[in-house]
Structures are given as structure tokens and as C-alpha cells.
């Protein structure tokens, strides 16, 4: 276990998923990502904030609505995994 900070941690799997390739994850994980990441940094979506007007923002909504339950911490934990395990695999 790391004595960094979760906070610290996030922001670093934060920069590293900054300099992977989208083009090279599977829809599912990027979606998986991108509703760990929201969850994380901006809590519970509502739909009134966020309106869907088409088919690739309803996935993403989709993805995040899946997850809500789950709490901001939770959800940095999960992310720091995903980025971590993605980056090995490279």
C-alpha cells in the first residue's frame, strides 16, 4: 500500500491516463473510465445538469448513472486500479 494520499494518487492515474491512447481501450473500459472519473470529480449525476441530445452522450450518462451509488472515494480507488492495470498491460 502507498503512504501517498488518495487524493495524490488519483491525481497521478489522472496524468498518466492523460498520455494513454483512447483508440487503443475498448468502449467499455473507456466508458467505465469516463464514469469513474466524473463520479469521482463531480459526484452524483442528475439529469437536469446534464441533458442528452445524443446516442454517445446517453452511453456516457449511462455508464455514470451505474455507478452512482457508489461514493467519490470509492469510485478514486476503482479508477487508480483501472489506470494502473491498463498501464501494465502496455
Not at 37 to 48: A, D, E, F, V
Request: charged letters at 30%.
Amino acid at each position: 500500500m502507498s503512504d501517498k494520499d488518495l487524493e495524490t494518487r488519483f491525481e497521478e492515474a489522472v496524468e498518466l491516463a492523460n498520455d494513454m491512447s483512447q483508440e487503443s481501450l475498448p468502449q467499455d473500459v473507456q466508458l467505465r473510465l469516463y464514469a469513474l472519473y466524473k463520479q469521482s470529480t463531480h459526484g452524483t449525476i442528475t439529469n437536469r445538469i446534464y441533458p442528452v441530445y445524443d446516442l454517445r452522450n446517453a452511453f456516457k450518462m449511462n455508464a455514470w448513472m451505474q455507478i452512482s451509488h457508489l461514493s467519490e472515494d470509492e469510485c478514486k480507488e476503482l479508477y487508480i486500479e483501472a489506470i494502473l492495470s491498463i498501464a501494465k498491460k502496455k
